[in-house]
């Protein structure tokens, strides 16, 4: 299967500086043994509603990825109406379950770094560092509500954690 590389987006300061944020904990995530991903949950306002990293190594939990993780530290404390104004950075495209889990928070908004495809480069054909080949766009696009998607941006940086990780 033939799949265009996604051009590369340009930031304002604020999701530029979010963005960063989501990647300097896929740093953290790569540091503690786990695979190298990083997500913020960021209110219109500011706030900063959740901070994670994919702990999935550490946990033995295969959905310990870090936006579901973010979407877990929101539970009820974040009502809907704030989180369908918020933003999700991550580093990285989410997968079909963060997606998911993005989806059923109500969050409105996605920022991420590096997209699938080019991380599929990284992993390699290892069956399990595999990942199933459905876009994040795809699933917020079967929403009935919005979800703004926005990606994939600061592609060098966020490549950067996943440097020589997957061929370990």
């Not at 960021?42 to 900063?48: C, F, K, L, Q």
């Not at 704030?82 to 990285?92: E, G, H, K, V």
């Not at 696009?141 to 954690?161: F, N, Q, Y």
């Amino acid at each position: 299967m033939s799949v265009d590389l996604l051009d590369e987006v340009a930031l304002d300061e604020r999701d530029g500086r979010y963005l960063r944020q989501a990647i300097a904990w896929s740093r953290v995530a790569r540091d503690r043994g786990n695979r190298p991903f990083g997500a913020v949950v960021i209110a219109d306002d500011g706030r900063v509603l959740a901070e994670a990293y994919c702990n999935t190594t550490e946990t033995g939990d295969c959905t310990g990825h870090a936006e579901t993780n973010a979407v877990r530290q929101l539970g009820q404390r974040v009502d809907r109406e704030t989180l369908a104004r918020a933003t999700l950075y991550s580093s990285a495209e989410p997968c079909v379950m963060c997606a998911g889990a993005i989806f059923w928070s109500a969050i409105g908004r996605v920022v991420y770094g590096i997209d699938a495809v080019r991380l599929r480069v990284f992993r390699g054909e290892r069956a399990e560092q595999r990942d199933a080949e459905l876009s994040c766009r795809d699933v917020f696009a079967a929403s009935p509500h919005a979800i703004d998607c926005i990606g994939p941006a600061l592609i060098d940086e966020s490549s950067e954690a996943h440097e020589g990780f997957w061929k370990a």
